[in-house]
Each structure stands twice: as C-alpha cells, then as structure tokens.
T-cell receptor
Framework: SQQGEEDPQALSIQEGENATMNCSYKTSINNLQWYRQNSGRGLVHLILIRSNEREKHSGRLRVTLDTSKKSSSLLITASRAADTASYFCASFPIQENSGGSNYKLTFGKGTLLTVNP | GAVVSQHPSWVICKSGTSVKIECRSLDFQATTMFWYRQFPKQSLMLMATSNEGSKATYEQGVEKDKFLINHASLTLSTLTVTSAHPEDSSFYIC???????????????FGEGSRLTVL
C-alpha cells in the first residue's frame, strides 16, 4: 500500500530556478529517503535523512524532515534540464531489535519535475 | 557502488505465454530482493519480497500462482509471469537492500526495470 503523498504531483520550472517537492507519511519512521526515476528507468537513491535529523544537504539537494508533522521536503537548487525526472519519497519504518524483518520501504506517489531549458 | 542488473529490459509476448524476468546483484549478496510493479505515471507497488532459500512473501492481492518468484542464490531472483494476459502489461522493477537485515537502512538499489507488453 502507498502511504506517502507527494505534492505537487507535477512541477514545471525554468532552468536555474529552485524546485521544492513535499512528502507526507503516516507511520513512525527510522528514516526517510528520496529517489529519482528517469522515464522508463529504475530508481536511483538520492539522499537519506534519519528520524533524529531535521535537515540534510547533498550537493544541490536539501532535505528537511519534520517528524511532528510527518512530512519531508526536497529542494533542488539551481535546477538543470537534466534534473527532469520523477522524484519519490520513501519511508523506512522503525526496525525491531531482532534484526529487522520489516524493512520494506513505503513509496509516495511521486512528483514529476520538468525543467525547461 | 552496488549494481543491480535486470533482464530483459523489455519483452513482448503473446497472451497465454509465460515470461521470466531476472534480477541479479552484481557486486554484493542479496538475501532479500523486492519486486515492484509500476503503472504509467504512478508510484511503485510492492508485489512481493523474495527471500533466498525460502518462499517469497507476497503482498495482499498479488496472485502467487500468477507471479512466481524464485530466489535460488544470493545474487539471483527471478519473477515469472505465468499465462500472461494484456492486463499484466506493466513495468516491473526489482531492488535489493544495501545491507543485511540487521544493519540495513532500507536503502535500495534498483534494477533498470523490465517493460512487459502482452498482446
């Protein structure tokens, strides 16, 4: 089942602008991850933020996490045409001490980002 | 970094035939792999968890006899769509976690996906 919700569902911007995508989730998490998917391809892991972190940076990516609101945002700065893709958030549940048999990610519905040259 | 290879990348078959999709972890061992299905412009739907040396765990609503999963080695999982019909046409993606269950952060490495078209 898909618990996460991203908004907007689609976003179209000009090169050089910043793109912000939001994600909400429903259960308590160990971490939240963002993935990118180019059309017709598999997903690529972008960044992971742990439940005890509030903000994380990686290159042009900035992720925030608000566990009280069960939400996260992904900011891509100075966007490029090559950033055009679908972006998915994925929540990873808190694991049991026994070794974590329940380590399935729950993916959001995704945001289709189009960066126009 | 770790690489997951999925094959074939696309396949067209006639209704009633069976199609096998392979998912290989190339530079790491994967005791668990996940199989997803994705419809156009939609998110990933987890179909089943493939476990090396044991039976796969299917998600609710996924037909076990329709989607056969075999995880015979630590680097290979296969998904066989049996007696395929046009409604089985979809994009199928496999993935494997980065670490062992005990230490995994849940980060997944994905294959490139397999586009199945059933005529």
């Amino acid at each position: 089942s898909q618990q996460g919700e991203e908004d907007p569902q689609a976003l179209s911007i000009q090169e050089g602008e910043n793109a912000t995508m939001n994600c909400s989730y429903k259960t308590s998490i160990n971490n939240l991850q963002w993935y990118r998917q180019n059309s017709g391809r598999g997903l690529v892991h972008l960044i992971l933020i742990r439940s005890n972190e509030r903000e994380k940076h990686s290159g042009r990516l900035r992720v925030t996490l608000d566990t009280s609101k069960k939400s996260s945002s992904l900011l891509i700065t100075a966007s490029r045409a090559a950033d055009t893709a679908s972006y998915f958030c994925a929540s990873f549940p808190i694991q049991e001490n026994s070794g974590g048999s329940n380590y399935k990610l729950t993916f959001g519905k995704g945001t289709l980002l189009t960066v126009n040259p | 970094g770790a690489v997951v290879s999925q094959h074939p990348s696309w396949v067209i078959c006639k209704s009633g035939t069976s199609v096998k999709i392979e998912c290989r972890s190339l530079d790491f061992q994967a005791t668990t792999m996940f199989w997803y299905r994705q419809f156009p412009k939609q998110s990933l739907m987890l179909m089943a968890t493939s476990n090396e040396g044991s039976k796969a765990t299917y998600e609710q609503g996924v037909e076990k006899d329709k989607f056969l999963i075999n995880h015979a080695s630590l680097t290979l999982s296969t998904l066989t769509v049996t007696s395929a019909h046009p409604e089985d046409s979809s994009f199928y993606i496999c993935s494997a976690p980065k670490g062992t269950a005990r230490w995994s952060t849940g980060e997944l490495f994905f294959g490139e996906g397999s586009r199945l078209t059933v005529l």
